[in-house]
């Protein structure tokens, strides 16, 4: 299994307060990403880095922001949570992020914004 | 525009059986299919890819086939199992697109004893 960690695993947070998630990788890959997956839907790409302190927007990147100071760590941090950022949000990694490199998965943190 | 979709939610079969999950996309530029597995609590596995230039990719029990020209693909799971029971998500991406990929909204698949 790769090693990725998510902390924490589950947060229960209210409305308006800052939260920050965090990805820990020891695989040195080069790409990281941060999805969002919500009933009837599936991984929603969030924002992504492809190395340190280069990262861009995804799909769903409106309300997050990230960053990467090293290699092994990706943050991202919700500024002011809405009920709407409940989610269950993956990391994921990738080496050379082209062609047919898969993405290995970390386990997951679920998010609840009251 | 959902550019990857599983149009069954659903799909259930039974132990023995071959298990027929299907996938269409819109952007043609997509050049890179992936199909992922996922149990509850855990993260996504990687499961099975095609490259556009093939049709068919088999992997033991599992084969992914492509139909360029519908924009369709689908995995075929011969024989089913219980232990694959699961949501089962279709990715494609573009080769050299920094690995984005787009998923599918997954297909939850029961293999019934």
């Known amino acids: 299994d790769a090693g990725i960690t998510q902390s924490p695993r589950h947060k229960v947070t209210e409305t308006g307060t800052p939260v920050t998630l965090r990805c820990h990788q020891t695989?040195?890959?080069?790409?990281m990403y941060w999805y969002r997956q919500d009933p009837g839907h599936g991984l929603r790409l969030i924002h992504y880095?492809?190395?340190?302190?280069?990262?861009d927007k995804g799909e769903v990147s409106d309300g997050y922001s990230v960053s990467r100071s090293k290699t092994e760590d990706f943050l991202l941090t919700l500024e002011s949570a809405t009920s709407s950022q409940t989610s269950v949000y993956f990391c994921?990694?990738?080496?050379?992020?082209?062609?047919?490199?898969?993405?290995?998965f970390g386990p997951g943190t679920r998010l609840t914004v009251l | 525009d959902q550019q990857v979709k599983q149009n069954s939610p659903s799909l259930s079969v039974q132990e023995g059986r071959i298990s027929i999950l299907n996938c269409d996309y819109t952007?043609?530029?997509?050049?890179?299919f992936l199909w992922y597995k996922k149990y509850p609590a855990e993260g996504p596995t990687f499961l099975i890819s095609?490259?556009?230039?093939?049709d068919k990719n088999e992997d033991g029990r599992f084969t992914v086939f492509l139909n360029k020209s519908a924009k369709h693909l689908s995995l075929h799971i011969v024989p089913s199992q219980p232990g694959d029971s699961a949501v089962y998500f279709c990715?494609?991406?573009?080769?050299?697109?920094?690995?984005?990929?787009?998923f599918g909204d997954g297909t939850t698949l029961t293999v019934k004893p």
């Open positions: 952007n043609s530029m997509f050049d890179y």
């Open positions: 880095s492809y190395g340190v302190k280069d990262t």
């Open positions: 994921a990694i990738s080496d050379q992020g082209r062609g047919t490199d898969t993405q290995y």
């Open positions: 095609i490259s556009s230039i093939k």
């Open positions: 695989e040195n890959h080069r790409y």
């Open positions: 990715a494609a991406k573009r080769g050299t697109n920094a690995g984005k990929s787009t």
